[in-house]
């Protein structure tokens, strides 16, 4: 095993005078075949790090913790505390065991009551889990209009964002449609620095070198794809961080000569 096919644990950057926080809920496998469904055998040869012994990419789960001083922000809240078996008739993904969001965000000195707000790149479960333990909820307009019932029980603490307002010091919505109709990332600004949340506009590091792969879950394929070329471009800029929150444990990297560079 390896730190591109195994779940990840806490981990902190600086952005300038930002704090960035990774903080763990537990993991998932997202089945290689099934999730890509284009993807040959011969195509997977040549990542063999990337997937764990079934085959399956190791796809983190959890949140972003942002903290500017005293304040604190989330960027996704996990699974929630209610794992998920594997189901062999599930071609997309195995089993998600998860739990362990609240207590690594302890660890970070945080409980719910000291984050001032949730703000989500997009409404998928694996990324709401833990979302009625915290007050404030910040969801791109697009999102919010095509939800499917997510977050409507805490719909009086929801507020509607967008593409490029400020949510946080440092902290604007970039409109990333694709995945889902209003795919958010977070782009990171402080001291000079700049570091960009992707969300699930990628699942994996392999999309960095494959963005032309077909997500069976993206829920527009042809514009993800367009999407993550483009950013592909532009976090090969020599100066961007990005953070990829499924990437196992190699979620902080850059993008160099278009490959995903790991920091660890």
């Given at each position: ?106 660890e970070l000195g945080r409980g719910p009551d000291r984050v001032e707000a949730v703000a989500y790149t997009h409404l998928h479960p694996d990324h ?37 307002d400020e949510i946080f010091p440092g902290v604007r919505v970039l409109a990333t449609p694709g995945h889902t109709p209003g795919h958010t990332a977070y782009v990171l600004e402080s001291g000079g ?72």
């Amino acid at each position: 095993m390896n730190s591109w096919n195994t779940e990840a644990g806490i981990r902190s950057v600086d952005v300038g005078e930002l704090r960035v926080s990774y903080v763990p809920d537990g993991v998932g496998r997202l089945r290689s075949r099934g999730w890509f469904p284009d993807v040959t055998d011969d195509d997977w040869a040549r990542h063999p790090d990337v997937l764990d012994e079934s085959a399956a990419l190791v796809a983190s789960m959890g949140g972003l913790l942002v903290e500017h001083g005293d304040r604190a922000l989330l960027i996704d809240a996990g699974f929630g505390p209610e794992p998920q078996a594997d189901d062999p008739a599930n071609v997309h993904v195995g089993a998600i065991t998860t739990g362990a969001f609240l207590d690594n965000l302890a660890e970070l000195g945080r409980g719910p009551d000291r984050v001032e707000a949730v703000a989500y790149t997009h409404l998928h479960p694996d990324h709401v889990g833990w979302s009625d333990r915290f007050a404030r909820h910040l969801v791109a307009a697009p999102e919010w209009d095509h939800r499917d019932g997510e977050l409507d029980a805490i719909a009086d603490r929801v507020e509607t964002i967008g593409d490029g307002d400020e949510i946080f010091p440092g902290v604007r919505v970039l409109a990333t449609p694709g995945h889902t109709p209003g795919h958010t990332a977070y782009v990171l600004e402080s001291g000079g620095e700049r570091l960009v949340a992707l969300g699930d506009a990628f699942h994996s590091p392999v999309q960095i070198e494959h963005p032309e792969w077909r997500v069976a879950l993206d829920g527009d394929q042809e514009r993800a794809i367009g999407l993550r070329r483009r950013l592909v471009d532009e976090l090969d800029d020599g100066r961007t961080r990005a953070f990829g929150i499924h990437f196992a444990d190699v979620q902080f990297g850059r993008v160099r000569d278009g490959a995903w560079h790991p920091e660890h």
